[in-house]
């Protein structure tokens, strides 16, 4: 088949979706599907896409009603003669329908909802109907959500779990103790990722990492990520003069070493789709301790395999970290539970495998 990506986020931004699109698109390549990714003009996300040797179109698509990007979807659209497209963001999908209908082509659409895209109004569930063929999605309470108020048939909404990369062979973990003090004989690195958005509730974290701190003098949180908060979030960590125990690191193109050389993994977000972050870092064996949004309950099982807390909630945040600290001796087994769930659960090659009956067999419906 003939397989477009489109996903039209902005030139510096990288997250979640962003991986999904790349994984999936070279997984689908690797059996045999003519697979091109439709990017914007020099965003990373496009970069990322030619380094994996997927084929890009360099389109921008600004708005619902971008008349300029529906011209150039429908020229190429005709000389690649598309049997699939999947539109990662709202606006892509719709433009690039349109430009469907206006060349005459029968290529079916699919809406990819990472997170809770499409709301309860009237223009998203007339949009889904008019526009979509399905709505591919990451995890069942989203799916719920939707099949909650969309006005489809029950399997509309499809659930395709992301797939996590194997852990590279070999990784030298990060350098955590240029960050310590030199005497500082038994540290232990909390580490947390993620854009510096209010989404991912940082500040309810920071304000957690201060009772933590204050308890134990060996806690060192990292968190690593760029966005408009930064210096919001440095006034905040300044005022709770807990700047030497909380250390900002900025963008992480490769987040393994990162990983491999913390001793807990933390996740503060007020709402998630199924969160990549969380599943790397299950898949390198860190106890985890993450806000229970989304998707996080059909992975994370509270004392089994990690520990969730209720989003927005400092207490809650804080009894949890000092739960995992004062067990530190005893976590390795859960650390290793999370692990292996990881890896029996969300192989890329089950991903891909699952996507690609999917998509065949609405094909040949």
């Keep these: 088949m003939n397989i477009v990506f489109i996903n039209s986020i902005g030139k510096n931004k990288w997250g ?116 979509c063929h399905g709505i591919i999605t990451n995890t069942y309470s989203i799916k719920e959500v939707y099949d909650s108020f969309l006005p489809v048939e029950p399997d509309f909404v499809k659930v395709v779990y992301n797939g996590v990369e194997e852990i590279p062979q070999n990784i030298e973990p990060f350098d955590y103790s240029r960050y310590l003090p030199a005497n500082e004989k038994n540290p232990l690195i909390i580490l947390t990722t993620g854009r510096l958005a209010k989404q991912k509730g940082f500040k309810y974290l920071i304000d957690a990492a201060a009772q933590i701190i204050k308890k134990h003098s060996n806690a060192y949180f990292f968190l690593a990520g760029q966005g408009k908060l930064e210096k919001k979030l ?90 995992v600290i004062n067990k530190r001796k005893d976590i390795f087994q859960i650390g290793q539970k999370a692990k292996q769930f990881v890896s029996q659960s969300f192989p890329i090659q089950g991903m891909v495998k699952k996507l690609d009956e999917l998509l065949c067999d609405d094909f040949l419906r």
Excluded at 261 to 274: I, N, P, Q
């Design 16 to 131: 979640g979706g962003e991986k999904w699109m790349i994984m999936a698109a070279s997984g689908l390549i690797s059996l045999g599907h003519n697979v091109v990714a439709i990017c914007r003009k020099k965003s990373r996300l496009a970069q990322k896409a030619k380094q994996q040797q997927i084929h890009v179109k360099e389109i921008d698509n600004n708005s619902d009603l971008d008349f300029i990007a529906c011209i150039k979807f429908c020229r190429f659209f005709k000389s690649f003669n598309p049997d699939v497209i999947i539109g990662c963001q709202n606006k892509d999908w719709r433009v690039a329908s349109l430009a469907l209908k206006i060349i005459g082509s029968e290529a079916k659409v699919y809406a990819r909802q990472g997170l809770q895209q499409l709301k309860n109004k009237w223009w998203y569930k007339w949009s889904v109907k008019t526009f």
């Design 234 to 323: 440095k006034r905040q960590i300044n005022q709770l003069g807990i700047s030497k125990n909380f250390i900002l690191l900025g963008f992480f193109d490769n987040i393994h070493p990162l990983l491999e050389g913390a001793d807990v993994f933390v996740f503060s977000s007020l709402y998630e789709g199924m969160p990549n972050a969380v599943l790397e870092a299950m898949a390198h064996g860190l106890v985890v301790v993450s806000t229970n949004v989304n998707g996080i309950s059909e992975i994370i099982h509270p004392g089994v395999n990690g520990y969730t807390v209720n989003p927005e909630n400092t207490q809650e945040l804080f009894l949890a970290l000092e739960n």
